[in-house]
């Protein structure tokens, strides 16, 4: 890797609840009940989902469990159809939850010469737009196995936790990042091996275990305030760009968007 002065470097941030306030995937829960992937039902159990998962409740065992079991609700989904519902609801479904201030890092990262990498355990499938929207690089995200169009329930590559380190560390061999003085951003313990990856982490409206540890290890701490709805103030036309390199590019939302019933799948394959 070239000397720090002439390497390139980059800026990773998580996305739930660091660059947006909710989980991005847990929010198309309406969508994808108006598109016929859910029922009324689950749209009832991805709230109370959300209300854990704002209150910072679930912990990386039950983080796990959960992946098991959505990803095996999705078995049977339409692949073009989960992008078509993501593609058409993007900007009223997003855009309120996203917080100035990482918008504002996002700008100051990119007028520093640094790429933007969005690091996500939820699926490009919904993340590579919000990447896009909001000017990312690149995005790094899970995969699961598609077959004939349609999610086996398989996963292939799950971004989370440590998975998210590893895919960082390939992400700057190809491209030659310098990872001493590259940045990280995110809000959850869980995360604790991305944000040791680089030079320059900083723990972002932290759960409580991250807020010990960032302290435990000199690490900034920054409270964003309440999203103010940066969609009325035009401000995506100054960051969008026409596209984003997307490094996992097959994956659904492998921590909370397979909210569909098992049932409703069986009878779609049926």
């Not at 960051?239 to 409703?264: D, E, H, I, N, Y």
């Amino acid at each position: 890797m070239a000397h720090s002065g002439t390497a390139r470097t980059a800026a990773f941030f998580d996305l739930d609840k660091t660059i947006i306030a909710r989980s991005s995937t847990l929010a198309f829960s309406r969508p994808f009940y108006a598109g016929g992937l859910i029922n009324r039902r689950t749209v009832l159990r991805s709230a109370y989902a959300q209300f854990v998962y704002l209150l910072g409740g679930a912990d990386h065992d039950q983080m796990e469990r959960m992946r098991e079991y959505l990803s095996a609700m999705c078995t049977g989904w339409d692949v073009d159809t989960v992008k078509a519902i993501v593609a058409d609801t993007l900007h009223h479904i997003v855009t309120p939850m996203i917080h100035e201030e990482a918008v504002e890092l996002i700008d100051e990262h990119h007028a520093a010469g640094r790429d933007v990498v969005i690091v996500s355990s939820s699926g490009a499938e919904v993340v590579e737009p919000i990447g896009a929207m909001l000017g990312a690089d690149k995005v790094i995200a899970t995969r699961m196995v598609v077959a004939d169009g349609k999610y086996t329930g398989e996963i292939e590559e799950y971004a989370y936790g440590p998975h998210k380190a590893t895919a960082i560390l390939a992400l700057a061999e190809a491209e030659g990042y310098d990872l001493e003085n590259s940045y990280a951003y995110s809000d959850s313990v869980t995360d604790e091996p991305m944000l040791a990856a680089v030079g320059h982490p900083f723990a972002v409206n932290p759960d409580k275990a991250l807020r010990r540890l960032a302290v435990a290890r000199d690490w900034p701490v920054l409270d964003f305030s309440e999203p103010v709805g940066l969609a009325e103030q035009g401000r995506f036309r100054e960051v969008r760009r026409p596209a984003v390199a997307t490094v996992a590019v097959a994956g659904l939302a492998a921590g909370a968007l397979f909210l569909a019933a098992r049932r409703r799948a069986r009878r779609t394959e049926s």
